[in-house]
């Protein structure tokens, strides 16, 4: 056993994308395989495996079955959810191994955990769909263990299917051991959630916390009502040579971050993937879809504090939300994306109010003192903090600051005069 056992450790796992790769998995596939080659239809993946430059398996998945009682039942599908999200789901339709596999514990099970650890990434690359959990089916009839493996490398078992009925009238097949495999923590929940998850989009990492996890398919909302706010936000480009009306462009690119589509290139590629009769609807030309490069040069151009006061007054307006706040934290953010260089980035100072989830004042500022001193500025403004929580993190540090939050007459996060106890002692050497 020694002398034949694998090194798990030195196990690779690749996608068969060169002919010479796909010509040795059918070739394995039909002499090895009790079912043989199966033709592709839809999506599919297939895998070699090698250690040493020997090759000791393949895998195929390809796309999931449309219907199972026992996946429905375990996520917590219904009918629609099941039509709408099967294609998040892949099906290890073929697995063979070499008898060196076989006869080496754990071989089987640590090639199938190498191959789900990658087959997401694998599968949004090709086909860019992301991928939240795999299934397969065992046959008992057909197999020397009940897919032993697939428990050990973490599949659940949820039992014997009720069979496949192909035509009506024909025989329907016997049953098979079925397997299921989250690729997140979190795949059930967003394959089950009423509102679109983030893992169903690909495009951002999930925490697990957040509510930030569900994102909107904005294309499909109201946005004439949106526009009507942002009529009041400047176009700033010249007016020669102009191919995107302001409105339209403008409406489709907060569609796209609503969406959870936040960097220039996930917009474009938004934008360019919605169907045109939606773009049509935003008042963009169904045929006209802009650039990333038109994308990064038109929204960096846009004055930040109008657009965020055009759509502070849109989201107080439209879901009538009440001015009437509990808890507000003041906090300096940087733009990023608005220069490489860390000195020349904007800032900003943001009033949020966390009761309703939204920046209720928002101001350009300086790094360094600057952060102070619009700070004052914002106390000083007709901002009503009667009864609040104000929150604030190095401001605390600040005496004016203090005072000037006092005057307003909030709530402070920390007794106002144990703060001042803190300052002066601070202030007094050692």
């Given at each position: 056993?020694?002398?034949t056992?694998i090194?798990?450790?030195?196990?690779?796992?690749?996608v068969?994308?060169?002919?010479?790769?796909q010509?040795?998995?059918?070739?394995?596939l039909?002499r090895?395989?009790?079912?043989?080659?199966?033709k592709?239809?839809?999506?599919?993946?297939?895998?070699t495996?090698?250690?040493?430059?020997?090759v000791?398996?393949?895998?195929?998945?390809?796309?999931?079955?449309?219907?199972c009682?026992?996946?429905?039942?375990?996520?917590?599908?219904?009918?629609?959810?099941?039509?709408?999200?099967v294609i998040?789901?892949?099906?290890n339709?073929?697995?063979?191994?070499?008898?060196?596999?076989?006869?080496?514990?754990?071989?089987?099970?640590?090639?199938l955990?190498?191959?789900?650890?990658?087959?997401?990434?694998d599968?949004?690359?090709q086909?860019?769909?992301?991928?939240?959990?795999?299934?397969?089916?065992?046959d008992?009839?057909r197999?020397d263990?009940?897919?032993?493996c697939?428990?050990?490398?973490?599949?659940?078992?949820?039992?014997?299917?009720?069979?496949?009925?192909?035509?009506?009238?024909?025989?329907?097949?016997?049953?098979k051991?079925?397997?299921?495999?989250?690729?997140?923590p979190?795949?059930?929940?967003?394959?089950k959630a009423?509102i679109?998850h983030?893992?169903?989009?690909?495009?951002?990492a999930?925490?697990g916390k957040?509510?930030?996890?569900?994102v909107?398919d904005?294309?499909?909302?109201?946005?004439?009502?949106?526009?009507?706010?942002l009529?009041?936000?400047?176009?700033?480009r010249?007016?020669?040579?102009l191919?995107?009306?302001?409105?339209?462009l403008?409406?489709?690119?907060?569609?796209?971050?609503?969406?959870?589509?936040?960097q220039?290139?996930?917009?474009?590629?938004?934008?360019?993937?919605?169907p045109?009769?939606?773009?049509?609807?935003f008042?963009?030309?169904?045929?006209?879809?802009?650039?990333?490069?038109?994308i990064?040069?038109?929204?960096?151009?846009?004055?930040?504090?109008?657009?965020?006061?055009?759509?502070?007054?849109?989201?107080?307006?439209?879901?009538?939300?009440?001015?009437?706040?509990?808890?507000?934290?003041i906090?300096?953010?940087?733009?990023?994306?608005t220069?490489?260089?860390?000195?020349?980035?904007v800032?900003f100072?943001?009033?949020?109010?966390?009761?309703?989830?939204?920046?209720i004042?928002?101001?350009p500022?300086q790094?360094?003192?600057?952060?102070?001193?619009?700070?004052?500025?914002v106390?000083?403004?007709d901002?009503?903090?009667?009864?609040?929580?104000?929150?604030?993190?190095?401001?605390?540090?600040n005496?004016q600051?203090v005072d000037?939050?006092?005057k307003?007459?909030?709530?402070?996060?920390?007794?106002s005069?144990?703060?001042?106890?803190?300052?002066?002692?601070?202030?007094n050497?050692c």
């Amino acid at each position: 056993m020694g002398e034949t056992a694998i090194e798990l450790d030195k196990i690779k796992v690749k996608v068969a994308t060169s002919l010479e790769d796909q010509a040795e998995v059918e070739l394995l596939l039909s002499r090895f395989h009790p079912l043989g080659l199966k033709k592709a239809i839809g999506r599919r993946l297939t895998y070699t495996v090698t250690c040493k430059g020997e090759v000791l398996a393949v895998l195929m998945f390809d796309a999931a079955v449309k219907r199972c009682k026992l996946r429905e039942e375990h996520i917590g599908w219904s009918r629609e959810q099941c039509q709408r999200r099967v294609i998040h789901i892949a099906n290890n339709s073929r697995y063979v191994t070499s008898k060196r596999v076989s006869d080496t514990p754990n071989a089987a099970s640590k090639i199938l955990s190498l191959v789900t650890e990658r087959i997401a990434t694998d599968w949004m690359q090709q086909y860019g769909v992301p991928l939240l959990a795999v299934e397969t089916y065992v046959d008992p009839e057909r197999n020397d263990n009940e897919g032993t493996c697939y428990v050990a490398a973490g599949w659940e078992k949820l039992g014997l299917s009720t069979g496949y009925q192909a035509r009506r009238g024909e025989a329907r097949t016997h049953s098979k051991l079925y397997f299921l495999k989250p690729l997140n923590p979190n795949s059930y929940g967003a394959l089950k959630a009423d509102i679109p998850h983030a893992l169903l989009t690909g495009v951002k990492a999930v925490s697990g916390k957040s509510n930030n996890n569900f994102v909107l398919d904005a294309s499909k909302l109201d946005m004439k009502v949106l526009q009507k706010y942002l009529s009041h936000v400047k176009d700033p480009r010249k007016k020669q040579g102009l191919k995107y009306p302001f409105l339209p462009l403008l409406s489709l690119c907060l569609a796209a971050v609503m969406s959870g589509y936040t960097q220039y290139r996930q917009i474009a590629d938004w934008i360019s993937r919605i169907p045109a009769a939606d773009r049509a609807r935003f008042g963009l030309p169904g045929d006209s879809v802009p650039e990333e490069s038109t994308i990064s040069k038109f929204v960096r151009a846009i004055d930040p504090t109008e657009l965020q006061d055009a759509l502070n007054t849109w989201l107080m307006d439209t879901y009538n939300i009440k001015r009437d706040l509990s808890v507000v934290s003041i906090d300096g953010k940087e733009l990023r994306a608005t220069d490489s260089d860390m000195a020349n980035r904007v800032s900003f100072l943001n009033v949020f109010a966390s009761d309703i989830g939204i920046v209720i004042d928002h101001r350009p500022t300086q790094k360094g003192g600057g952060e102070i001193s619009t700070a004052h500025k914002v106390l000083e403004s007709d901002i009503n903090l009667e009864g609040t929580v104000v929150l604030a993190d190095a401001l605390h540090t600040n005496k004016q600051m203090v005072d000037d939050i006092v005057k307003k007459k909030p709530r402070t996060y920390l007794q106002s005069k144990a703060i001042k106890s803190i300052l002066k002692a601070s202030c007094n050497p050692c």
